[in-house]
């Protein structure tokens, strides 16, 4: 009977939050990018850590609830992030909360979310890996943008975002930057 009751209530409570949601009059929007990938990788066994930094491209696609708040999907890819002997590719998803401020044509925002970053080491040729080539981590991403408004549908964005990773089982970690423009095309 508890279970029955429980049941009963979160579908009660689903339908109001649905028909809440479906009273704000949510808008989609979708977008896609490019520009430069940057990391510190640090290596465990060693200590050492080097700079790095490639291209990167990015895609996306999010619900507005409203004029401050919106809900955002995205997958990002990056090119070879190159060192004596290995190279580091990433890619991955995430799903964030992004917290925006306009001003005229100007929006400037914030996001917070999750991410899972997949990465995948290649030796060149002479070098042979002795760590596992592929790794996936969730972790933690955050980031700012500046979006300005042409029209009441398409916009320019730019992008400074952050992303927790690790590569070779551990022996590589750090964060990864990406810095991108994009085009956002809202319905």
């Known amino acids: 009977m508890k279970t029955m009751k429980f049941k009963f209530l979160a579908l ?14 949510i808008k989609g929007y979708i977008g896609f990018g490019g520009g430069s990938a940057f990391s510190s990788i640090k290596n465990t066994s060693t200590g050492n850590t080097s700079d790095y930094s490639t291209s990167s491209s990015v895609f996306f696609g999010g619900a507005r609830i ?28 995430g799903l964030s909360g992004v917290f925006s401020k306009p001003v005229g044509n100007w929006t400037f925002s914030g996001k917070v979310g999750l991410t899972s970053i997949s990465t995948k ?67």
Do not use: W
């Open 66 to 93: 409203n004029e401050n708040f919106a809900v955002e999907a995205e997958y990002l890819s990056t090119g070879d992030f190159k060192d004596t002997g290995v190279h580091l590719k990433a890619s991955g998803y």
């Open 12 to 25: 009660a409570a689903l339908t109001c939050l649905s028909t809440t949601v479906m009273a704000q009059n």
């Open 121 to 187: 080491l290649s030796a060149t040729p002479g070098y042979v890996l002795t760590v596992p080539a592929d790794q996936t981590k969730a972790g933690i991403s955050f980031g700012g943008m500046i979006d300005y408004s042409f029209t009441q549908h398409a916009a320019l964005r730019v992008a400074l975002s952050s992303y927790d990773y690790e590569a070779g089982a551990g022996a590589l970690s750090g964060r990864m930057g990406t810095l991108n423009v994009a085009g956002v095309f809202s319905f």
